[in-house]
């Protein structure tokens, strides 16, 4: 069973950057198509971004597309997700999660088998 284990998170600036890890252990991540997604207080759980296990296609929500990058490290059992241009609406727990590979990235909650336990992004207007 993987486990995934998220850091990188903090309190910054608009127009700030950040880039969060998600390390697994307990499984080979090269196994495992991966996605990040948050979840700000009051609101459902939403997706963010997913990469491909072989990390040659990638997806992204419209409200962050061209300023946020995921990617990953095979090697490292990691995957990053660089974030630019930071909004206040950017603040969220910041999760991420893993399911079997496949063709598709999928951007619902239910389709990932595993998570991690979030990490808090705050950005300060």
């Known amino acids: 069973q993987v486990q995934l284990v998220e850091s990188g998170g903090g309190l910054v600036q608009a127009g700030g950057s950040l880039r969060l890890s998600c390390a697994a252990s307990?499984?080979?991540?090269?196994?495992?198509?991966m996605g990040w997604f948050r979840q700000a207080p009051g609101k459902e759980r939403e997706f963010v971004a997913g990469i491909r296990w072989s990390g040659e296609s990638t997806r992204y929500a419209d409200s962050v597309k061209g300023r946020f990058t995921i990617s990953r490290d095979n090697a490292k059992n990691t995957v990053y997700l660089q974030m630019n241009s930071l909004k206040p609406e950017d603040t969220a727990v910041y999760y991420c999660?893993?399911?079997?590979?496949?063709?598709?990235?999928?951007?619902?909650?239910?389709?990932?088998?595993?998570w991690g336990q979030g990490t808090q992004v705050t950005v300060s207007s």
């Open positions: 999660a893993a399911r079997g590979w496949g063709i598709t990235i999928k951007t619902i909650t239910n389709e990932y088998d595993y």
């Open positions: 307990g499984g080979t991540l090269s196994n495992y198509n």
